[in-house]
């Protein structure tokens, strides 16, 4: 059975546990291994639900579809809980994990084609040139994670979307959905950026 676990605050006890089921079915909301509540499909889920803690505070849990922070969602009096898809810093991660991921997949195509010279490879778009992509999306990538940095996120969009239409153009249409789930959450790291700003502490 799939879980999420989290603290309360950074580097404490993980005290919270979400349990579920499939594709969130049967979903079970404990706190120090006492069950809070339950949400019994996805749709109940999204819906989401507040239980009271010992201390007076709420937890929230839902589940959330919006840009760049879609997933399991929990808060405590409205603040996210660390790891949790509404925390700042965890979408961040998720945006310059996606660029490390584009990085990686750029070099090791651009390596496979200069060494093998595969017409299967220049079908699908890959080209040596792309082992600079790789690092210049690495370079961003690590700007990103260590700098949190508007100019790296926006350089790494504006790269990623330029390559797709350059892409479509030449025939390479068949990447663009996997594209534009690779770009949403890339373009939440700009909310998450915002809120991680304006709480610097």
Not at 89 to 96: K, P, T
Not at 144 to 162: D, E, H, Q, T, W
Not at 188 to 200: E, H, N, Y
């Amino acid at each position: 059975m799939p879980s999420l676990k989290l603290s309360l605050e950074p580097g404490t006890k993980e005290r919270v546990e979400v349990k579920w089921r499939g594709l969130w079915k049967d979903v079970h909301v404990l706190f120090d291994g006492r069950e809070l509540g339950s949400f019994a499909d996805k749709k109940a889920l999204k819906a989401g639900g507040s239980f009271s803690l010992a201390d007076g505070s709420t937890l929230t849990v839902r589940l959330s579809n919006r840009l760049g922070a879609s997933g399991l969602e929990v808060l405590r009096n409205g603040t996210p809980l660390p790891g949790s898809a509404a925390d700042p810093a965890q979408r961040l991660q998720v945006a310059y994990g996606i660029i490390f991921f584009i990085a990686g997949a750029n070099f090791v195509l651009g390596v496979l084609a200069m060494v093998t010279r595969s017409s299967v490879l220049s079908q699908i778009g890959a080209v040596p040139g792309m082992v600079v992509q790789g690092l210049v999306y690495g370079a961003l990538g690590l700007w990103l994670m260590k700098g949190r940095s508007y100019v790296a996120l926006s350089l790494a969009v504006v790269l990623f979307i330029l390559d797709g239409i350059v892409l479509a153009l030449h025939g390479g249409s068949t990447g663009i959905i996997m594209r534009i789930f690779l770009l949403l959450p890339m373009l939440g790291g700009f909310g998450a950026l915002k809120k991680l700003r304006a709480s610097p502490s």
